[in-house]
């Protein structure tokens, strides 16, 4: 890894910038302090064209509606430039290529988003990193896979429900694989233990 002395955690706020993506195959400009009052998924990966990551890229696209319907952007991020972004997205998807995206590609062609969100390997490309930042820019989540195995897009979801679930019931926690409408702890010491007796 380069080293980054700035290293990032959960519970940070998380490092702004500004930078080039392509979407609806233009290029347009992504700061991320525009996203203040939303929730933001960054999704870095390794290479364009590459195998493991049209597979991840599709399927956050295909679960866009639902991701947007929480209140949630999402934007994917490489070392690539926005032309290799671009022809990426001009090749259709069986040919290994993303066709129709329904989120920004980000061109991280510095290396310095990568750098800073301490994702980037010494021979200069993204691990496949997924952060969640709240509404007030601040990091919930972090997952960090190495080059050759995808994330999932479902436990995402399921964390990004859990994230906003406990945000707006601040005197309640999720237990081990909680989903929507399964019981919740309260996070007292008395009040747990109607949890505990539950199970």
Wanted: glycine residues 6%.
């Amino acid at each position: 890894m380069i080293s980054n002395n700035n290293c990032i955690r959960v519970g940070q706020k998380a490092p702004d910038f500004s930078a080039i993506a392509v979407y609806d195959q233009e290029f347009k400009t992504i700061k991320l302090h525009d996203y203040l009052g939303k929730y933001v998924i960054l999704l870095f990966y390794p290479l364009d064209f590459t195998f493991v990551c049209p597979t991840e890229i599709t399927a956050f696209s295909d679960a866009y509606h639902e991701i947007q319907s929480l209140d949630t952007e999402i934007f994917g991020i490489s070392v690539d430039s926005e032309y290799s972004h671009l022809a990426w997205l001009q090749t259709e998807r069986d040919a290994g290529g993303l066709g129709n995206l329904n989120y920004p590609l980000i061109s991280d062609l510095t290396k310095q988003i990568s750098l800073s969100y301490n994702v980037l390997t010494e021979d200069g490309k993204a691990l496949r990193g997924l952060f969640i930042i709240d509404q007030k820019g601040i990091i919930q989540y972090s997952l960090v896979n190495n080059l050759d195995f995808g994330r999932s897009v479902s436990e995402t979801l399921r964390i990004l429900k859990a994230i906003q679930y406990v945000q707006s019931h601040p005197d309640e926690v999720c237990p081990a694989n909680w989903q929507p409408g399964e019981a919740t702890i309260i996070s007292t010491p008395q009040r747990s233990k109607d949890y505990f007796r539950s199970i």
